[in-house]
Nanobody
């Protein structure tokens, strides 16, 4: 059964850090582009960081550059998103998704694609 499961969300104060994880089962991430998306209340879902499973090419949206780091653990079939210097505007439900390698990291992050999606994890940045 194909599944993506996100974990690591929670409540954090501004300036704090969280590490999200996306673990896949039923398929090998090496053969997919994996992306992190987020959706705040009343807003569209946006791609924030994507990584290619084969060569590790990475993309970040400007709003998270220098604060967020995406990485992969091939042995655990998991992609992480380390989020530092969190701001209230980072509050959202965070989702991971997987699409075939026919996508580039830019095209995947440009718009939520069809493909495999996780159920999401809530991140709330508030004092």
């Amino acid at each position: 059964q194909v599944q993506l499961v996100e974990s690591g969300g929670g409540l954090v104060q501004p300036g704090g850090s969280l590490r999200l994880s996306c673990t896949a089962s039923g398929f090998k991430m090496d053969y997919y582009v994996i992306g992190w998306f987020r959706q705040a209340p009343g807003k569209d879902r946006e791609g924030i960081s994507c990584i290619s499973g084969d060569d590790g090419t990475i993309y970040y949206v400007d709003s998270v550059k220098g604060r967020f780091t995406i990485s992969r653990d091939r042995a655990k079939n998991t992609v992480h998103l380390q989020m530092n210097s969190l701001k209230p505007e980072d509050t959202a439900v965070y989702y991971c998704a997987a699409v075939p390698l026919s996508y580039t990291v830019q095209t995947m992050c440009a718009a939520p694609p069809s493909g495999f999606w996780g159920q999401g994890t809530q991140v709330t940045v508030s004092s």
